[in-house]
């Protein structure tokens, strides 16, 4: 128990002198949520961590890089948890932490949770229009601002870039004047990308030829691998820009964990793809 607790105050500490800001989302009401603003309900977890476990004020928690490695390019990160919790250490804040220090400017996005699945779209869809609307704030350029997703966080990525961009909100501010479209994806282990007929992709998902270039990431021994298989057809088949990597094994929800063989194949190759597609 005490060597638990150890662990969380070290990633805690961790994540405080690294993450640089924050920002609240939603200036005055959050749509469509029934509970008033709160602090995220925060449980201590399986495996040593945390995990938030209700979210009723959206927020971007904003890593910035040093500046002698800015590359004035932005990602916005979404975490997983199955839209009944969102693994912000595990699938964010350490992800946040390894994009910082190869350039990029990160925003970690706490999207609703439990079970608000319209919530979280409509967060992240907020999320790009206001880190668009400010990008001369945050030193990046506005049209290279991409998404990345982990698990349920893919799919919410995945609905950023491909799904219906008309504000889907009461408007609430000038920001939510601009595109909502991001400029690259980074889909890793996702799930929900197969609900179509014959497990194809999502029916609400539309890619085109010019879907923003997508990266895709999954271990073969995932029991929902086939998400990936399902968006990375429907990409091809449209002739957009899609590059997929499956390795054999590593499960699920393995992040960045130290020994596992997904987790330590992904960053050097998404750290080339980066330089060379986005």
């Known amino acids: ?14 994540t405080v002198f690294s993450q640089t800001d924050s920002v609240y989302i939603w200036p005055k009401e959050v749509p469509g949520e029934i509970k008033p603003k709160a602090p995220p309900v925060i449980k201590g977890w399986e495996d040593g961590g ?16 040093e500046p002698k490695k800015k590359n004035n390019k932005a990602i916005i990160v979404c975490p997983g948890g199955g839209y009944t919790h969102l693994a912000v250490e595990k699938e964010g804040n350490a992800i ?14 706490h999207y609703r949770v439990p079970d608000k699945r ?75 990308l197969d609900m179509g007929p014959n497990k194809t992709l999502t029916a609400n998902l539309k890619p085109h030829a010019q879907t923003a270039p997508t ?24 002739k957009a820009n899609v590059e997929l990597h499956l390795v054999p094994k590593g499960g699920h929800g393995f992040g960045m964990t130290p020994g596992n063989p997904a987790a330590e194949a992904w960053p050097p190759l998404l750290t080339k793809w980066l330089k060379e597609q986005f």
């Open 96 to 109: 946040a932490r390894f994009l910082s220090g190869v350039g990029y400017t990160v925003f970690v996005l």
């Open 118 to 192: 319209d919530g979280a779209w409509q967060d992240i869809q907020r999320s790009i229009r206001l880190v668009r609307y400010n990008a001369a704030k945050y030193g990046i350029q506005p049209n290279k601002i991409g998404v990345m997703g982990f698990s349920a966080g893919a799919h919410v990525a995945a609905m950023a870039g491909m799904a219906d961009s008309t504000l889907n909100y009461p408007v609430q501010d000038a920001a939510d004047n601009i595109s909502s479209r991001p400029d690259c994806m980074i889909i890793m282990y996702p799930g929900y």
């Open 215 to 238: 990266f895709i990431f999954q271990a073969m021994d995932d029991r929902i691998v086939q998400s990936s298989f399902a968006l990375a057809m429907a990409l091809r088949d449209v």
């Open 1 to 14: 128990m005490k060597i638990a607790l150890l662990i969380v105050l070290l990633f805690s500490l961790q």
């Open 50 to 65: 945390t995990r938030h476990i209700e979210i009723t004020n959206p927020l971007l928690a904003i890593f910035k890089p």
